[in-house]
């Protein structure tokens, strides 16, 4: 039975984990019967919620699960003196006491050598620290040395630095001036917009050919306006398909305010919170799924819409029957 | 020996959790005895599934979440049938954590 099975399994992990932080307790000075009353309190809960079977008669069996193993499993075991206060479900000890980084188990079997090696990424701290070198580095501009990688992060501000102001798409090292009709530029100019106005030459760049560098800065805050909408669209309201309006934006019409009407036929109305899908709603709360499976997996694959999972080493929490497997196959489908 | 914090989820590990949050609320307990005892929870949980348990199970159902982060695996399931040798179990709403087995054979 499967109820027998898991309640034998679970009295013998909380046996195993007495005995083995048994010395652990001693060392740090407490009182073996503090160890008893984790025992008791824990045992206690279990059978609580039906986890486990009782009574235990561990003293005069202590490698089995005593006589009440072979009952079946009530949910809750009204012969049971204690009342717990609780619910079963208030994860507390996670708040009050979070597992620390270094005792923090997970992180261990996180290789640290075999990935390490595979997925090596020069950092700061694996090049020749100077005391290496025996003295102060030279940096040799003409040859590339591990000093090199660094140095850029050292580099102080100079007037230089103005060139990383460029828009992402301008390669960093190289300007190409503009000189293909109406947006031409000379690099003073160009330079100079980009030191004032950094985001106004971006939009100037995205309408290139059509909008010059003549355009006042009323003209540059009205073509902005439909640009603004459709990078940062909030308002719904005034633009509905962006993509049309994208190719309205570079031409000069579009700066007109009585563009703003919009000639859409789209009369379907703005996304809003009617359009959230229920579900979703309900796996934003995900604890709320009581029925819980914990497990290991060894693969997971997918076809189209089929999914298949081989698990192992799970514990199952369905319709309140705590059931233990070492294999378990899913077929799911999407 | 490398282990998962992940069965503290399960009803063993959240009862172990309740009862060393008390005892250590009522002073009886050090929070670090306390991290020591989940610690070997987590061993001795491990070793107890790997060792004595021998169950298999099959599950079917409609996939409604997927998700793959950290080396974690989460599915959650709508209407879906747990089978085991001696019974079986529908659910209309379940979810699957599981953690990368390889992590601790490493």
């Known amino acids: 039975m499967a109820a027998t099975t898991t309640s034998t399994v679970y009295i013998n992990v909380i046996e195993d984990v007495v005995n083995k932080v048994r010395e652990e307790f001693l060392q740090s000075g407490v009182d073996e019967g503090v160890l008893s009353q984790l025992q008791a309190l824990w045992e206690h809960k279990m059978m609580e919620c039906g986890a486990i079977c009782g009574p235990i008669e561990r003293s005069s069996l202590p490698k089995h699960p005593g006589p009440g193993g072979s009952a079946i499993t009530p949910v809750h075991d009204l012969n049971v003196p204690y009342e717990g206060p609780e619910e079963y479900e208030t994860p507390t000890a996670d708040m009050l006491f979070p597992p620390t980084p270094l005792q923090t188990p997970i992180q261990t079997p996180l290789p640290g050598t075999s990935e390490h090696s595979m997925y090596h990424l020069p950092t700061p701290s694996d090049y020749p620290t100077p005391q290496d070198s025996g003295g102060v580095p030279e940096v040799k501009p003409g040859r590339p040395s591990p000093y090199m990688a660094s140095f850029d992060f050292f580099v102080v501000p100079s007037g230089k630095r103005k060139r990383e102001d460029f828009p992402p798409q301008v390669p960093r090292t190289g300007y190409i001036p503009q000189q293909d009709g109406a947006g031409d530029a000379t690099y003073d100019v160009f330079q100079s917009e980009n030191l004032v106005y950094p985001k106004q030459s971006t939009i100037l760049k995205l309408g290139k050919g059509v909008v010059n560098l003549r355009l006042g800065c009323e003209e540059i805050h009205a073509l902005k306006q439909p640009l603004w909408l459709f990078f940062a669209s909030e308002d719904y309201n005034t633009v509905n398909t962006p993509a049309g309006h994208e190719l309205h934006a570079t031409t000069p019409a579009v700066a007109a305010p009585t563009d703003q009407g919009g000639d859409d036929d789209d009369d379907e109305p703005p996304l809003n919170e009617n359009d959230d899908d229920d579900l979703d709603d309900v796996e934003g709360e995900e604890p709320n799924t009581q029925h819980l499976v914990l497990a290991q997996f060894d693969k997971v694959t997918r076809t189209k819409s089929k999914w298949k999972c081989t698990l192992k080493d799970g514990i199952m929490r369905i319709n309140s029957k705590d059931i233990l497997f070492t294999k378990a196959t899913g077929e799911f489908d999407f | ?106």
């Open chain 2, 1 to 106: 020996m490398a282990t998962f914090e992940l069965y503290r989820r399960s009803t063993i590990g959240m009862c172990l959790t309740e009862t060393l949050d008390e005892m250590v609320s009522n002073g009886t307990l050090s929070p670090e005895l306390a991290i020591q005892v989940l610690v070997q929870f987590d061993k001795s949980m491990t070793e107890a599934l790997e060792n004595q348990v021998k169950s298999k199970v099959s599950v079917k159902g409609h996939l409604h979440t997927y998700r793959f982060c950290d080396n974690v695996w989460t599915f959650i399931l709508q209407d879906a049938i747990f089978k085991n040798e001696e019974c079986q179990e529908t659910v209309g709403m379940v979810k699957i954590v599981a953690c990368d087995s390889k992590l601790l054979t490493q």
